[in-house]
């Protein structure tokens, strides 16, 4: 089966280990088992002692329960049932494409977005139609007429990315209120990769399409809200229980279980959740205001405001493409930026500020100030 190469994937592990600074990760700074005990309160013998004495075995099926109800607690109107533990973020994109989407199924996706949701059903032989989010003073603007129009009785899913990679941007809720309306009218699914939910700065977690829509599949990760990409879970939250049953069946073809200790230390993490929550979001809070005030500082760049996440999308002003800009600032500079191109736009790349130190992350951004400085338009 062919498949569309992941660009980010392929751009990062072309660079990522041979630059100084990594200014484009989508990550937070990622917390120790040690700092994790130490935000939680969580005693440290008694931790030791239960993951020394886990038996590896398969562990639940379905999920430990703990932590699927850690999860379910992300949500206003789910119960762990209603929760499917998976490998990732990317373990719950796949498994939930695989499940909704099959050969010839009309799919809407709006874009930019991570790759993921868009690349996946096309190899499995979606018909396809995009639409661009468009940048505005105010942020990312979706046109709804231009919706409406895309989305008939025969498209199986409308699929997106909130809070957004690469923009960093977030739906207003009247705005998602109005997708919910046209998805319902057409009784298509709304998927949402909410990666990032829970890092909204200035309410947290926003509001998600599993509670919003009976049909709305929302998937979510550790990796980022709670800054363990390490533990490598995610999971599907939905109210819809033929999805459930079918991405089941997938689910045992591809997974089994998604692992003992891993499952351990993230209900760890979402017992505790706001404590979690608040280390996280005062990093991303810290650094998206540096990060602001140097990108004011920067005549050569415009930028629509982000709100969430830990990504932003900068534009630049010069003939080079986004590719060549970014090539260059790997060979000149030794900073890693993800070319726009990746995501489908030119003369922009993507920033992730929230993964280095305050300190490592101000001598980066010197360095692309240099870069700039010297830059023809
Ligand atoms: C929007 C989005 N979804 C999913 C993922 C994958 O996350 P995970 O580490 O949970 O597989 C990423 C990783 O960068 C992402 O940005």
């Not at 209120?177 to 699914?189: F, P, R, T």
């Not at 351990?264 to 608040?278: F, N, P």
Request: a negative charge; glycine letters at 6%.
């Amino acid at each position: 089966m062919y498949i569309e190469p992941f660009g980010v994937e392929r751009w990062l592990s072309k660079y990522e280990t041979v630059v100084d600074y990594n200014l484009t990760s989508t990550s937070i700074m990622p917390l120790s088992i040690n700092e994790l005990l130490e935000i939680t309160g969580e005693d440290k013998d008694q931790v030791k002692e239960d993951i020394f004495s886990l038996k590896l075995s398969y562990g639940v099926i379905e999920g430990h329960s703990d932590y699927l109800t850690g999860v379910a607690s992300l949500y206003h109107s789910l119960q762990k049932e209603q929760i499917i533990s998976t490998n990732g973020g990317v373990g719950a994109s796949y498994l939930t494409m695989v499940t909704v989407i099959e050969p010839g199924d009309h799919v809407v996706a709006i874009l930019p977005a991570y790759q993921q949701i868009y690349s996946v059903p096309e190899s499995i032989g979606a018909k396809i139609d995009y639409l661009f989010l468009e940048k505005s003073p105010s942020g990312y603007v979706l046109d709804m007429n231009k919706l409406a129009a895309l989305v008939t009785p025969k498209t199986k899913a409308i699929v997106f990315n909130n809070p957004n990679n690469p923009t960093g941007d977030v739906i207003a809720d009247e705005y998602l209120e109005q997708m919910v309306e046209i998805a319902k009218e057409n009784n298509s699914y709304l998927i949402c990769d909410e990666a990032y939910r829970g890092l909204t700065h200035n309410i947290g977690f926003s509001t998600s399409v599993a509670d919003l829509y009976e049909k709305g599949i929302s998937l979510g990760s550790m990796s980022k809200a709670f800054a363990m990409a390490g533990v490598r879970l995610g999971w599907i939250a939905t109210r819809d229980e033929t999805f459930m049953q079918n991405a089941n069946i997938h689910r045992d073809y591809t997974m089994i279980t998604t692992g003992s200790i891993d499952e351990y230390i993230a209900a760890l993490a979402l017992k505790h959740k706001d404590e979690v929550q608040q280390r996280n979001i005062e990093i991303t809070q810290s650094r998206a205001t540096l990060f602001k005030q140097w990108l004011d500082s920067e005549p050569k760049l415009s930028y629509a405001p982000f709100k969430g996440g830990t990504v932003a999308l900068p534009y630049f002003d010069s003939t080079l493409s986004s590719e060549e800009f970014c090539a260059k600032v790997i060979e000149e500079k030794s900073v890693l930026l993800m070319p726009g191109f990746v995501f489908g736009l030119d003369k922009c790349f993507r920033m992730g500020y929230a993964r280095e130190s305050e300190e490592k992350t101000i001598a980066g951004l010197n360095r692309i100030s240099d870069f700039l400085a010297k830059l023809k338009q």
